[in-house]
DNA sequence: CTTGTTCGGGAACGCTGTTCGCGAACAACG
DNA sequence: CGTTGTTCGCGAACAGCGTTCCCGAACAAG
C-alpha cells in the first residue's frame, strides 16, 4: 500500500550505521551495466557486482527492481538541456524530441522502459514543465497540452527503438517473412510498395514529429 | 542463425510420432492465461499446466517463450473486422485504430508487446496490406504510408495502455508526486494546469488518432 | 560503556527459460 | 509381424532470477 513513489522517500536521520553508497550510485551502475550488455543484464545481483557487494545490501536502497528501473529513467531525463522557452512553439518542442531521440540512442534500454512504463519522476517532471511552458502562449486546451507530451515521448521513443533494431536481426526476420508474404500473392499493395522502394527508407524523424504535433496543435 | 520467424517453421511430414496438440492450441492456452492472470502469468511452465503437460513439451512446438509471445500477438490479430476499403481514406483508417483500441483492451497484455516488439505475422501482414489498400488512392509516397501504419499501431498501443492503467496504482503513484512536486513551488505551468483541469480528463482516442492522422497525411 | 538504530550481505525460497536424454508412439518397409 | 527411422512427451537438471530473513557489524547518542 505504500503510494509513495521512489523519489519520496529519502535518507532517513543521522543516525545508526552510515550507508557505504547512495542511491546515486546505485543508479550509476545500473545504466552502465545497462549501456554496456542492455536492460536484461541489470539484475540485482549484476548491479550489485558491479559495485562490489552482495545482492540484498541494493534494498537498502531501492525497494524493488522495478523502482530501480525508474530511477534509472530519470536519472537519464537528467541530461536534457532545456533552455528557458522562447520563440514559436514548435522549434521549442522539436528541440525536445531532438535530445529525447539522441539520449535514448545513447541509451538504447530507454525506449523500453519509456514506452510500457510511465513513471514521472523529478527530471521527467522537470521536462513536462517545459513542454507547458514552451505551450504557455498556446490556445489549446490543458489536456491536450498533456496529451502532446504523452504523444512526443512515444513517438520519439518508438522511433529511437525502431532505429536501434533496424540493423540488427529483428528487421531480418520481419523482412524474411514479409517477402513469403509477398511472393504468395495475395497483397498486391504489400508487394508494390516493397518493391518500388527501399525496405528500410531513412526515417526522417523531424519530418515526421513537425507533421504530427502540428496535426495536434495546429498551424 | 535461424532467421526464419515462426510463422515459416512448419509442421514436419507425417512421419513419426503424432504430435498431441497444435500450435495453434499452445497458443490459444498462452492467450488464455494471459486474459485471466497478465503476461506475467505465461511461463513455460504455466502454460503447459494449463494444456495438462509439460513445460519441455512446449518446445516442440515454439523455439523460446519469445516466439510464443510473437505468436500470441498475430493470432489476436485475427480478430479483426477488415471490410473491402472503399470511400475516403480517414474513416478507413481510423475505424482499423477503433478495432485496434478494442481488441487491446480486451487482452490487456497486448499493448506492452506491440509497443515492444514489432513483429509482424500473417496476420499483421494482412493489416499492413489491409491499411495500404485504404491508401491506395493517397499521393503519399510509399515510405510515409508505411510510417502511418507504424504510428497507427504505437498509439493506439500507447493509449490503450494509459487506459488500463490509468485507474490502477500507477497513476495514483505519479498523481502523489507530481501533487509533491507542484506544492514545492518551482514548476508554475504544471500547477496551474493541474489544477485547472481534473487530473485524468477523458482521453478522446478518435479524436487525438485523427488529427495525427491528417497531420501525418495531409487535408 | 550501553543502547538504539541502521547497514551489509550470506543463505534460502520459489520461480524462471531452456537443454538433455530416454522411453514411448507411430509410419513405412521388408 | 518385426524392424527401422523418426518424432513426441516430458522428468530431471542447470543456471539464473527477485526477494526475504536474519544476524553480526558499525555507528550516534545518552
Chains 1, 2 share one sequence.
Not at 95 to 111: A, D, I, S, Y
Request: hydrophobic residues 45%; negative net charge.
Amino acid at each position: 500500500m505504500e503510494a509513495v513513489p521512489v523519489w519520496l522517500r529519502e535518507r532517513r536521520t543521522g543516525v545508526g550505521r552510515p550507508a557505504e553508497r547512495s542511491r546515486a550510485e546505485v543508479t550509476a551502475a545500473a545504466i552502465a551495466l545497462a549501456d554496456r550488455e542492455g536492460l536484461a543484464a541489470v539484475s540485482m545481483r549484476r548491479v550489485a557486482a558491479e559495485l562490489g557487494t552482495g545482492a540484498a545490501s541494493l534494498y537498502r536502497y531501492v525497494d524493488s527492481r522495478d523502482d530501480l528501473l525508474d530511477l534509472m529513467s530519470d536519472e537519464v531525463a537528467a541530461g536534457y538541456e532545456l533552455p528557458a522557452p522562447e520563440g514559436p512553439w514548435l522549434p521549442g518542442l522539436l528541440e525536445v524530441c531532438r535530445q529525447g531521440r539522441e539520449l535514448m540512442l545513447r541509451h538504447g534500454w530507454l525506449p523500453e522502459l519509456v514506452l510500457t512504463r510511465s513513471a514521472l519522476g523529478p527530471h521527467g517532471t522537470d521536462l513536462l514543465e517545459h513542454t507547458l511552458a514552451v505551450l504557455a502562449g498556446h490556445p489549446a486546451d490543458v489536456g491536450r497540452k498533456l496529451e502532446t507530451f504523452a504523444v512526443m515521448n512515444t513517438l520519439t521513443a518508438a522511433f529511437a527503438l525502431n532505429e536501434l533494431n533496424g540493423d540488427s536481426g529483428a528487421c531480418r526476420r520481419q523482412g524474411a517473412y514479409l517477402a513469403h508474404a509477398i511472393t504468395a500473392g495475395r497483397h498486391p499493395h504489400l508487394a508494390a510498395a516493397l518493391t518500388s522502394a527501399p525496405l528500410v527508407p531513412a526515417p526522417r524523424f523531424e519530418d515526421t514529429v513537425s507533421r504530427v504535433l502540428v496535426g495536434l496543435l495546429g498551424q
